[in-house]
């Protein structure tokens, strides 16, 4: 009877199990289901190449941007990458007073559409040889940005076509087209010196497509990496060029729209490739001469503690030295930099130098503080007091070393700040 009992509760109690379950499983479909009904469609990979080819063909088709009609004889894709390289000869004028310099490089420009380019569909629909032959320049396309100035030389571009074998040397991969020219211009330089004397400038060249980008792409040449001079005869001393980066930028002309399909119109959007020359501060030797002083004049501060407690004149002697000689490496300092709207590490270590002369200066005021002169009989004596707060820097030579550690460990921060 027990057995059956048993048997009978626990047949009820898998049948509440299998519901709930079978609830749970339900509810959980039919929020999987919501959740993808909600969710936007998205297109199948063969949508996205119908898409893509529809694109392809307003592009070729003339009615719609760049209205260049092409056929399907024509070897030309949009857009036209433009590859890149950049040899630096010289950098004149880097002074951190200037915010102009002078720079002397060529540039060269590589393209897998031939120079002038033969427009099949010109020639097939009957146009005249001077027509549908186009002499396509690279320049056409995108610019080198610089200043305008009276110091500017730009040589005249020298044109290199892959035309037989043996001009396989200049060319890499596809490409059959090449422009160099030699610029000695003067470009704009905005002086990051957040970690001056450690710091790295960035020596900007820029080159801006003339057109949208789904027509000209500009990119570093992936054959011939940029190149510099390394012991260029006008870096002024104390600079040493470290890399060659680059970077893009795009800019949106909100009131040039363009009409890329029948429903879509946008922006034009240009592409600017960057160049970045990187030149590096030799900044240990900038760092002994322009804070020499101001660490010595900490150093004569801190000699106050190898004075006698009693001697109080000679301390005080020695640190009102210490504190205007640390003003005068400040002073000299902002001589050497223009005024500038960051702080910089030479403004921390300024402050550093600064604020630990006032360190040692107050300490030894506590150490004043430390012996009470008292007439006993007729007769001075010293009687010694203890501040708890401050019990070790009472002791002299436990000042001097706390002294010194705390200093150098704050300019070990800064320095790797």
Known sequence: MFVKDFFTKMSKVFKVIFFSVTLIF?????????????????????????NMTKLRD??????????????????????????????????????????????????????????????????????????YMIDWAHSDDF?????????????????????????????????????????????DLKWNLGNYPFDVQKLLFEFKASSDSSVVQLKPSKHFESTFVENMKNLKEGYRIVGITHRYEYQEIKTELIQISPELKRPTILQSLIFELNVKRRGVVLFFKIFTGGIL??????????????????????????????????????????VVNVFTKADAINNLIILMVVFNILVLLLQKGTY????????????EREFTAFKKLQDSQNAFFISLLSFFILLSVILLW
């Open 372 to 383: 009470r002169r008292v007439n006993v009989d007729g007769k001075y004596i010293y009687e």
């Open 143 to 187: 610019q080198h940005n610089l200043k305008e100035s009276e110091l500017r030389f730009i040589d005249d571009p020298i044109l290199l076509e892959y035309i037989n074998p043996n001009d396989s040397i200049f060319f890499y991969d596809n490409m059959v087209s090449k422009e160099a020219r030699l610029i000695d211009s003067e470009f």
């Open 58 to 131: 307003y592009k070729r088709g003339g009615e719609f941007y760049p209205e260049f009609p092409l056929s399907e004889n024509d070897s030309l894709e949009w857009p036209i990458t433009y590859e890149i390289t950049m040899e630096f000869q010289d950098i004149k004028n880097l002074d951190v007073k200037n915010e102009i310099f002078t720079s002397v490089h060529t540039y060269s420009s590589y393209r897998s559409i031939p120079n002038p380019y033969q427009w099949e569909l010109g020639k097939e629909e009957g146009y005249g040889e001077e027509d």
């Open 26 to 50: 339900a509810s959980c479909s039919v929020v999987t289901e919501q959740k993808n009904s909600d969710l936007p469609h998205q297109p199948s990979k063969n949508d996205s190449i119908k």
């Open 297 to 338: 004049s900490y150093f004569i501060s801190c000699m106050v503690f190898l004075v006698p407690v009693r001697e109080f004149e000679t301390r005080v002697t020695l640190a009102v030295g210490g504190i205007f000689g640390a003003i005068g490496s400040m002073a000299f300092v902002y001589e050497v930099l223009p």
